[in-house]
Structure formats: structure tokens, C-alpha cells
């Protein structure tokens, strides 16, 4: 017997920003390398066969004995797990605190001395396990980190994610500027170089087919780095340009237009550019591997260079409305008018107060709402579809992974999630109970399933995610049957 395993039942998955795909009755087949070989949809065994028995000739090996588990329709369903498109390793365990202030105070006063802890590395490897472990529990399987700025704290990072295998892109920040980083948390821009090139040697040294981790730029945002280490940055990309394959480099990530304060501060340190996006073409930042968190105050010429370069967007709305500059809210369905698709979710950690992709996702429909409201109807709000697509799919695009992961599709990795929305019970595999909103006699049938997808995107947590894939491989299981 390899490792190859099937399910069998309901998997609902994007396939495009408005439009969710549910495949019933369908049976997927994961080989022993944690890739899809198989989906059948509307698969019925036939001459009165079993689904285990009918699985060999299907794949041409009619002795294969692969195990089936069949889900609980419409009570249970399996979807694409989550990617975290910007979150802060560091910032896990100071998540809640400062809420209201403005960016650079936050930064200030609550960060920089918290994040200024991980020189500490027994720190750093407590504090790093529990976030990937929470990551993990729910459902988040690949996340763009960002670390603290030490070096040998954002190895750690990296070893982490390795060993509990959630699939990473790890940057060490860089923030070389005297003038607007305190001397404690701060580093010489030789430093900057130094540690970056060190993590990244790292990274292909543990992974070196990145399958799992990878390394990615990270500039703090403008303020905190000087021309000189802008331009080093710019240099380690083009140097790393086919690091993992022909035009897979190494992706670049910063805090791009998220308040008005920093776009201020930004705009009067660097005074030859009139908008961000100029800003960081000009040091080689901004392209079709750049991850731009917030893109919250985006002017008109930001927006039509995040188009015309493709760079990618994590959208953090747990951030941006609780701490930074009052109640923001990043654009999403002008940009997805626009035909800007390559958008994600992120939890942004300390900037926010959830590490929770499903409250990401219902921020994101709460300050869609707020912007159609202040746009007098102009921005139309999101749609479950569009949140769902941005938690999966989106994200996989934005890190430029959606060969991968981020759908169901043979020869991508059954990165997944097992949902049960049964209502509480208790039998001889233990008990199961959570908050999300009860059953109410939903059929089967496609609306039926449609009601119950609703029913745990809106209410669910990470109670309702039984099983966690990461290619394959099991990451979490409260459910007992394989
Ligand atoms: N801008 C620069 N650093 C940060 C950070 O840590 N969080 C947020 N939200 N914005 C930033
Ligand atoms: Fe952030």
C-alpha cells in the first residue's frame, strides 16, 4: 500500500473572483506525493462495485487497494485551505495591543519594542512555533511572513515552518534608517544586506527546491530603509531572479499606501517621487512578484501601476480598521473592476487582532460594505464568492503559487480543508461541537449545499475545520478516520 488516499463526497473551490465551482458526489484521489491525480465528478461506482473496488481501474491499476472516506452531505465538504498573503511572525504575541493609534506612534510605542524581543532566539522559537501551530489549526497552510529584523531569529522562522511543514515565504525586515528607526531595533545597512543574503542561502540550503519555504525581499516599507538598502534589495532580485526556475526569483514584500501618515512620510523622505508605486519601480520593488500589503489610500496612478507591473495585494481588513489611521479600507471592487485580480486576505497579526483567515474574510465583506456605503453605491459591495476566492485562489496568485495550490485541479497539491457543519454530537470517535449556525434541513441538493457553504463562511471557526492538508500530508485531524 503507497500513501495515495481518496475522498469521496462534496469540494467546493474558486474559479474565478465571482464564481464558486461545487463539485458533488465526486471523488478526488491524492497520490503518494500529496499532488491530485484524480477528480471525478459525479462519480457513481459501477456493476454494483464498491468505491474502493472501482478506484484501481480508474487509474489504471486494478489492484490498487486506496482507502475512500466518504463525507456527510451536505453537512461536510472539503475547500482549498487558506493562505495568509502578509502576516507578522513576531507580532503573534502582541496581537490586541495599541489598538487605535496611528501607524508611526504604533510602531513606536507597542512594535519595534516588542519585535526588538526576538534577539532573544529561544524567544524566537517559542513564539514562532505557536504562531505556525495556530496557523495550521486553522487552516491557514501557506502564509508571507514577515520576521523581526534579526538574522538569526528569521532562521529560526524558516526551521519552523520547515518542521511543521505550512509552506512559507520568510523575510527578514529590513530597516536600516537612522532617522526613523530607534537605535535599539535598527541595523546598518551592511547588516540589512549581509542578513538577507544569509537568510536566503539558508533558505536553499534547508529546502532547496523551496517545496515548503522560501525567501522573500522585505523592506519594511520606505521610511524604515534608506536608498542604499532600497537599492541592495533591488540588487539581490535581479541577482536571484531564476532562484527557484526560469522566472522564479525570489518575491519582494513591503506596506504599501496603508495611511495617510506613512504615505506623508514617505512622500517627504523621498521627494523625487509623486506616489509609492514610482517609488519602488525605481529600486527594482515592484513588479509581478511584489506582495503590497494594505494598498488602502491607493491614488490613481498607485492603482494603474499595481495593473499595468501585476503586482500582487494582501488585503488586511482586521488592520486596517482597528489600528494605523482610523477606519481604512483598501478598494477591492475597484481594483477588481479594474481587472486587478491577483488580490489575497491578510491577518497582518499585531496590526490586527485576529490570526483568523475566516474573520479576514468577513472583515473583508464588512468594509466592502462601508465603502459601498461611502461611495454612495458607487463600489459595489463584495460577495461571499469574492472573500472566499481572495482566502484561496487570490492569495495563490498573489504569491504567484497557483500551479500549486489555491484549487482543486489534478497535478496541484491537495492543500486542504475537511469542513464539518454537522450540528453537535457524540459518538464512539469523541464529541464535536462548535458555534457556527445550525443545520435547518438543507438538502443535498446544490442549494442545499450552497446554504450550508454560506452558513460556515459567515459563522464558522476553527472548531469546523476537522482536517488541515498540506500536500497531503495531515496537519490536523479532529475527526479520527484515517
Ligand atoms: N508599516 C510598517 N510596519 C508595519 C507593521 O508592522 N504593521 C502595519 N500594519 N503597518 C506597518
Ligand atoms: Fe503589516
Redesign the pocket.
Known amino acids: 500500500m503507497d500513501g495515495s488516499f481518496a475522498y469521496y463526497g462534496t469540494l467546493i473551490h474558486s474559479h474565478s473572483p465571482s464564481q464558486i465551482e461545487i463539485l458533488d458526489d465526486t471523488l478526488v484521489i491524492v497520490d503518494d506525493r500529496g499532488k491530485i491525480s484524480h477528480i471525478s465528478p459525479q462519480f457513481q461506482p459501477r456493476d454494483g462495485r464498491s468505491l474502493e473496488d472501482s478506484i484501481g481501474p480508474l487509474i489504471d491499476r486494478p489492484d490498487a487497494r486506496i482507502p475512500v472516506v466518504r463525507l456527510q452531505s451536505p453537512s461536510q465538504f472539503l475547500v482549498p485551505s487558506f493562505i495568509d498573503t502578509h502576516v ?1 511572525a513576531p ?1 503573534f504575541s502582541m496581537r490586541g495591543l495599541g489598538q487605535g493609534l496611528h ?1 508611526l506612534d504604533w ?1 513606536d510605542q507597542i ?1 519595534f519594542p516588542h519585535e526588538a524581543k526576538f534577539r532573544d532566539t529561544d524567544y524566537a522559537r517559542q513564539v514562532y512555533a505557536r504562531c505556525v501551530d495556530m496557523g495550521l489549526r486553522q487552516g491557514v497552510t501557506t502564509a508571507c511572513y ?1 520576521g523581526s529584523l534579526h538574522t538569526p531569529a528569521t532562521k529560526i522562522l524558516v526551521d519552523v515552518c520547515l518542521e511543521k511543514g505550512q509552506r512559507a515565504f520568510v523575510g527578514k525586515t529590513c530597516m536600516d534608517n537612522p532617522e526613523t528607526n530607534p537605535e535599539y531595533y535598527r541595523e546598518d545597512t551592511a547588516e540589512v544586506v549581509a542578513g538577507t543574503r544569509e537568510v536566503i542561502e539558508h533558505c536553499r540550503a534547508v529546502d532547496g527546491k523551496g517545496d515548503i519555504v522560501r525567501p522573500i525581499l522585505t523592506p ?2 520606505a521610511i ?1 530603509c534608506t536608498p542604499e538598502s532600497l537599492t541592495e534589495l533591488g540588487k539581490l532580485a535581479r541577482e536571484h531572479e531564476h532562484a527557484y526556475g526560469v522566472g522564479q526569483g525570489i518575491p519582494n514584500q513591503t ?1 504599501f499606501c ?1 495611511a495617510q501618515q ?1 504615505i506623508d512620510a514617505t512622500l517627504k523622505q523621498y521627494r523625487n517621487f509623486s506616489c509609492e508605486a514610482d517609488l519602488y519601480t525605481h529600486y527594482g520593488l515592484f513588479d509581478h512578484s511584489s506582495v503590497l ?2 494598498c488602502t489610500l491607493l491614488s490613481e496612478d498607485d492603482q494603474a501601476k499595481i495593473k499595468q507591473r501585476n503586482c500582487g495585494i494582501a488585503h ?1 481588513p482586521a ?1 486596517n480598521t482597528t ?2 489611521g482610523g477606519f481604512m479600507a483598501a478598494p477591492i471592487r475597484k481594483l477588481l473592476a479594474d481587472g486587478v485580480t491577483k488580490i489575497g486576505l491578510g491577518t ?1 497579526s ?2 490586527g487582532f485576529s490570526c483568523s483567515i475566516m474573520d479576514a474574510m468577513r472583515l473583508a465583506l464588512i468594509v466592502g460594505n462601508a465603502r459601498e456605503m461611502l461611495s454612495a453605491g458607487k463600489e459595489e459591495r463584495l460577495k461571499l464568492e469574492e472573500i472566499f476566492y481572495m482566502a484561496t485562489l487570490g492569495g495563490a496568485k498573489v504569491l504567484r503559487m497557483e500551479d500549486r495550490v489555491g484549487s482543486f485541479e489534478v497535478g496541484k497539491q491537495f492543500d486542504a480543508l475537511l469542513v464539518d457543519m454537522s450540528d453537535p454530537y457524540h459518538n464512539a470517535s469523541g464529541r464535536f461541537d462548535a458555534v457556527h449556525t445550525m443545520m435547518d434541513g438543507e438538502s443535498q441538493s446544490a442549494d442545499g449545499i450552497r446554504s450550508v457553504w454560506e452558513k460556515w463562511v459567515m459563522s464558522g471557526d476553527d472548531r469546523n475545520l476537522r482536517k488541515v492538508w498540506v500536500g497531503g500530508k495531515v496537519k490536523k485531524d479532529t475527526l479520527g478516520d484515517r
Open positions: 507578522h507580532q501607524i510602531l512594535t514577515f519594511r516599507f524604515s506596506h496603508e506613512e500589503a494594505h488586511c488592520s489600528v494605523g497582518d499585531g496590526g
